[in-house]
């Protein structure tokens, strides 16, 4: 079982920065990819960030240039930098994680979500 575990999120001013981490847990042979997605209430989740085992990265529109990913293979976490905050980063961001089982196939797995609020 795979289990993922996110941190980081709360409270800060418009303008502001918050980083979030996931990590990994439980038995699996390796990470595909992690990523962050996110959702405001009353709308669709969203991609927010995937990075891939190989570190390639890729960036909703929004977000470009103000946040970045990355993932420490070692550690089995994967970061969110997000600077310059927005009101409309307002959210429940959750992690998500591709990654290869112990045995043929593929696996996604879920986060429980952690809040991002953006206000002054």
């Known amino acids: 079982q795979v289990q993922l575990v996110e941190s980081g999120g709360g409270l800060v001013q418009p303008g502001g920065s918050l980083r979030l981490s996931c990590k990994a847990s439980?038995?699996?042979?390796?990470?595909?990819?992690m990523g962050w997605y996110r959702q405001a209430p009353g709308k669709e989740r969203e991609l927010v960030s995937v990075?891939?085992?190989?570190?390639?990265?890729n960036y909703a529109d929004s977000v470009k240039g103000r946040f970045t990913i990355s993932m420490d293979n070692s550690k089995n976490t994967v970061y969110l930098q997000m600077n310059s905050l927005k009101p409309e980063d307002t959210a429940v961001y959750l992690c998500n994680a591709d990654v290869k089982p112990n045995f043929p196939g593929s696996l996604e797995v879920w986060g429980q979500g952690t809040l991002v609020t953006v206000s002054s």
């Open positions: 990075i891939s085992g190989s570190s390639s990265t």
């Open positions: 439980g038995s699996f042979f390796s990470i595909n990819s």
